[in-house]
């Protein structure tokens, strides 16, 4: 039973940089695409962009400027960065297998 | 982009009654690249239909879906009390993926 975990910081200043990481359990990190997802009131569920085993990301062109997505297969884990964060990306962040498998989410608060 | 706009955005309905949930893309889905998720409130979306019309392991088959191109369906044949959640429609045969903006099924 594959289950996903992420950890990261959950209060940021505007202008920081996000970070989360998301682990993988219990399954193979190979042959999938590793999505990070983001849900707010007011705009909805957005994807953010995905990476897979080799490193091959796909990003949001509305993120794709502030977006990192890294992975390290050695340890079954693949990372978010965004830089330069604003109130606007307030929001629950999660991690996820494509379509079905997802982390428990992440409150994430841009506040000065 | 492609764009999902979902209909109607609130449904009232009782158990046991038949729930009909619409989704339409700006333009065609490849391949029927279309998921549908049931979300409940504080909990993390779950799957409940991929590619259009296939429901994965453990969802019942109260659940179906139908469609190709730009319209597609989500039909719960008779509610249950614990499906009474928003639903989303998800496109993922085009970058970047997008999602629609919801459906609430709620108890009238």
């Known amino acids: 039973q594959v289950q996903l975990q992420q950890w990261g910081a959950g209060l940021l200043k505007p202008s920081e940089t996000l970070s989360l990481t998301c682990g993988v359990y219990g399954g193979s990190f190979s042959g999938y695409y590793w999505t990070w997802i983001r849900q707010t009131p007011g705009k909805g569920l957005e994807w953010i962009g995905e990476?897979?085993?080799?490193?091959?990301?796909n990003y949001n062109p509305s993120l794709k400027s502030r977006v990192t997505i890294s992975v390290d297969t050695s340890k079954n884990q693949f990372s978010l960065r965004l830089s330069s964060v604003t109130a606007a990306d307030t929001a629950v962040y999660y991690c996820?297998?494509?379509?079905?498998?997802w982390g428990q989410g992440t409150m994430v608060t841009v506040s000065s | 982009e492609i764009v999902l706009t979902q209909s109607p955005g609130t449904l009232s309905l009782s158990p046991g009654e038949r729930a009909t949930l619409s989704c339409r893309a700006s333009?065609?889905?490849?391949?029927?690249?279309l998921a549908w998720y049931q979300q409940k409130p504080g909990q993390v979306p779950r799957l409940l239909i991929y590619g259009a019309s296939s429901r994965p392991t453990g969802i019942p088959d109260r659940f179906s879906g139908r469609g190709s191109g730009t319209d597609f369906t989500l039909t719960i044949s008779r509610l249950e009390p614990e499906d009474f959640a928003v639903y989303y429609c998800q496109q993922y045969g085009n970058s970047p993926l997008t999602f629609g903006g919801g459906t609430k099924v709620e108890i009238k």
């Open positions: 996820a297998r494509r379509l079905d498998i």
């Open positions: 990476i897979n085993h080799s490193g091959t990301t």
């Open positions: 333009q065609s889905v490849s391949s029927s690249y």
